[in-house]
Antibody, heavy 120, light 107 residues
């Protein structure tokens, strides 16, 4: 059974950097999948942040204007999200998810989500 | 970016009702369209992929259809556990955008 678990600080100061990690169990980070971050601001819909393949190939949402970096750590079987220069608008529940290798497949496994609040 | 628009934004229905939710893409996305169910305080659950294929373990009362720009999610007979928010997502291109969600409430 594949499981994903997000971890990281729940409170980040404005202008700081949000850092989250997603630990993968039951699957290898080097498997033929894309590893994804999605967020959901309070009371709003889902927003796709970006994705990474184990080779290091990444795709990011242009709306985040170069503030986002996703990386993979094969030795720990996990991947990470860094979002810099955060503001209150970045307050959200952050989810990690697994997406299949081709466009015809969606995100079939999700972490439980972690709440990040941006506040001084 | 491809814009995904769902309608309605919310609906009220009774147990046993047939429910249909629509998702429209701003450009042709083939069948690269997926549906998710989300309950309050929980992560989304993967329901349907490639517009009409049921994810393993999802009840057969859920079905999806469509291609190109217009898609539908149908629940043939609404059950108490189906009251939730449903979101579509395209994976034709990045950014892999979601619809704004449709909340299905109890009438």
């Amino acid at each position: 059974q594949v499981q994903l678990q997000e971890s990281g600080p729940g409170l980040v100061k404005p202008s700081g950097t949000l850092s989250l990690t997603c630990a993968v169990s039951g699957d290898s980070i080097s498997s033929n999948n894309w590893w994804t971050w999605v967020r959901q601001p309070p009371g709003k819909g889902l927003e796709w942040i970006g994705e990474i393949y184990h080779s290091g190939n990444t795709n990011y949402n242009p709306s985040l204007r170069g503030r986002v970096t996703i990386s993979v750590d094969k030795s720990k079987n996990q991947f990470s999200l860094k979002l810099s220069s955060v503001t209150a608008a970045d307050t959200a529940v952050y989810y990690c998810a697994r997406k299949g290798p081709v466009a015809a497949v969606g995100m079939d496994v999700w972490g439980q989500g972690t709440t990040v609040t941006v506040s001084s | 970016d491809i814009q995904m628009t769902q309608s309605p934004s919310s609906l009220s229905a009774s147990v046993g009702d047939r429910v249909t939710i629509t998702c429209r893409a701003s450009q042709n996305i083939g069948t690269y369209l997926h549906w998710y169910q989300q309950k309050p305080g929980k992560a989304p659950k993967f329901l349907i992929y490639a517009a009409s294929s049921l994810q393993s373990g999802v009840p057969s009362r859920f079905s999806g259809s469509g291609s190109g720009t217009d898609f539908t999610l149908t629940i043939s007979s609404l059950q108490p556990e189906d009251f939730a928010t449903y979101s579509c997502q395209q994976t034709y291109s990045t950014p892999r955008t979601f619809g704004q969600g449709t909340k299905v409430e109890i009438k």
